[in-house]
């Protein structure tokens, strides 16, 4: 993940209002989705650069975003993305990724990672499958035997920087589906198990598995979509539980859930409260708060990840791009 860097020091000591001056281009275009585009465009290489190593949250969550963007139509500078391409591009070098352990976790990593390759490979950035392949089985070793994936056993509730057992063993659901390869879909089948049969004691758990399992699991599907109702803020948003204050990440796993069930009557509403409050939460810079646990405090890690996935939900709740 990389070491503490300058980065994240002066994020800590100034304002993020005044972290990156915007493209000329992007100032122009004022949709919340351009402005994300471009901060992150700056942030995603910026880590490699300053840090001669890759960190799961530029290289993996924000990269994330900027290759979903290409994938729906949106502009994305080459450049952006180049040492990231690359990168994925070798999950047997992941392991040996430079950075200080202190601030590194390779469960993490790899999820988050194969996460980012995944869609690399859905957007055309890259068209190995193989590599793919070779990130699925690195995920499989960390299968737990029920089935989930833990990053971090000791928190209670998911972060942008720990996950938690839902969206961990959803994300990497996500990177085993389609893969013909036997063994891995078996750890598939042994993830979607875990899925239905996982108790929903936060709104993150409610957005993963809901976002995992698809329409096609309706009992879990209307549990999962009458927490999050219940759930949602009278400002719009959703926080960790049922009556807390909104958070960006919270709400941005939420609203990428009720994506995939756009069409359905009962979401539009939701949608459109919780899209209007993320967007009202962005900073002029183009990110996002980041999410922490407790809330309130200041970490570069969260910043960024927070950002990429804020920035996907805005992102797939969009109507149509501009034109490139």
């Not at 979607?192 to 598995?209: F, K, M, R, T």
Request: with cysteine; aromatic share 6%.
């Amino acid at each position: 993940m990389g070491k503490v860097f300058d980065r994240r020091q002066f994020l800590r000591a100034a304002s993020l209002t005044a972290l990156v001056s915007i493209a000329p281009h992007a100032r122009a275009q004022t949709t919340p989705e351009v402005r994300a585009l471009a901060y992150l465009a700056q942030e995603v290489p910026a880590w490699s650069a300053e840090n001669r190593c890759f960190s799961c949250h530029n290289n993996g969550d924000a990269a994330r975003a900027l290759y979903a963007a290409h994938r729906l139509g949106w502009r994305v500078p080459r450049q952006a993305l180049s040492d990231t391409t690359d990168w994925l591009a070798q999950p047997s070098q992941w392991e040996s990724n430079r950075g200080d352990p202190q601030f590194s976790d390779k469960k993490l990593a790899r999820l988050q990672f194969a996460a980012a390759l995944a869609e690399a490979l859905e957007a055309g950035w890259l068209n190995d499958r193989a590599a793919l392949g070779q990130a699925a089985s690195l995920l499989v070793k960390d299968q737990q035997p029920d089935g989930s994936w833990q990053v971090d056993a000791e928190a209670s509730i998911g972060s942008p920087v720990t996950y938690g057992a839902a969206l961990a063993t959803a994300t990497a659901r996500r990177v085993l589906a389609g893969l013909p390869d036997a063994q891995l879909q078996k750890a598939a089948a042994r993830a979607d198990a875990w899925l239905l049969a996982a108790p929903l004691l936060s709104v993150l758990d409610a957005a993963a598995i809901l976002t995992a399992l698809g329409p096609d699991r309706s009992e879990k599907r209307r549990e999962c979509l009458a927490f999050i109702r219940s759930a949602q803020s009278s400002d719009g948003g959703w926080g960790p539980r049922a009556h807390a204050p909104p958070e960006p990440f919270d709400t941005a796993m939420v609203l990428l859930a009720l994506a995939n069930l756009r069409g359905a009557p009962e979401t539009a509403s939701l949608i459109d409260r919780g899209r209007a409050w993320l967007v009202g939460s962005q900073l002029p810079s183009g990110g996002w708060p980041g999410t922490t646990r407790p809330p309130g405090g200041q970490s570069y890690a969260q910043h960024i990840s927070t950002t990429g996935w804020a920035t996907l939900a805005l992102l797939r709740t969009a109507g149509r791009p501009p034109a490139r």
